[in-house]
């Protein structure tokens, strides 16, 4: 089970792709993200290990990011385990007429029997939490073109 999302950002892939997968731009871009750490040297590439802190209702979960895939300006993978659900986000970037598509997948599977029973439940509730992060990403990138032309 999983969900996918497709945007069309009104940029060039490079610049799309460098905010995406570089996470110093999750807090200002996504309204729920409250706080983003990166845990290993060096750049952004695989192996890179991120603590990212989210807002969900009341309450603050953190949870730790693995790159596991690193193509610059054309894929880029990350994942997540925690109380035995895997959650892996691929992002897809290609360069069209219009600036650049961003295809995601979330794919979402669950170990043990209580967490098999609740992956509809689970499924929904990451669903809910994560299908509007492009549209935000979308506007952060162009935004921020916007306020380059200007300058």
């Known amino acids: ?55 969900i209702k009341k309450f603050e979960a953190s949870s730790v990011l693995k790159v596991t895939e690193y193509e610059k300006n054309r894929r880029f993978v990350v994942q997540s385990e925690q109380n035995n659900l895997l959650l892996e986000y691929v992002y897809i970037f290609k360069e069209v007429k219009e600036g650049t598509r961003v295809e995601f ?21 990451i669903k809910k939490e994560d299908s509007e992060h492009l549209n935000q990403m979308k506007k952060f990138v162009e935004n921020r073109s916007d306020q380059k032309t200007d300058e």
């Open 1 to 55: 089970m999983g969900f996918t999302r497709e945007v069309v950002v009104k940029a060039p892939v490079e610049e799309v792709f460098e905010v995406v997968s570089n996470f110093k731009h999750a807090e200002e871009a996504m309204d729920h993200v409250t706080g983003v750490e990166i845990l290993t040297d060096g750049p952004i590439g695989v192996g890179t290990e991120i603590k990212e802190t989210r807002q």
């Open 105 to 125: 997948e979330g794919k979402i599977n669950t170990k043990g029997i209580r967490n098999r029973l609740m992956k509809p439940l689970i499924t929904y509730i």
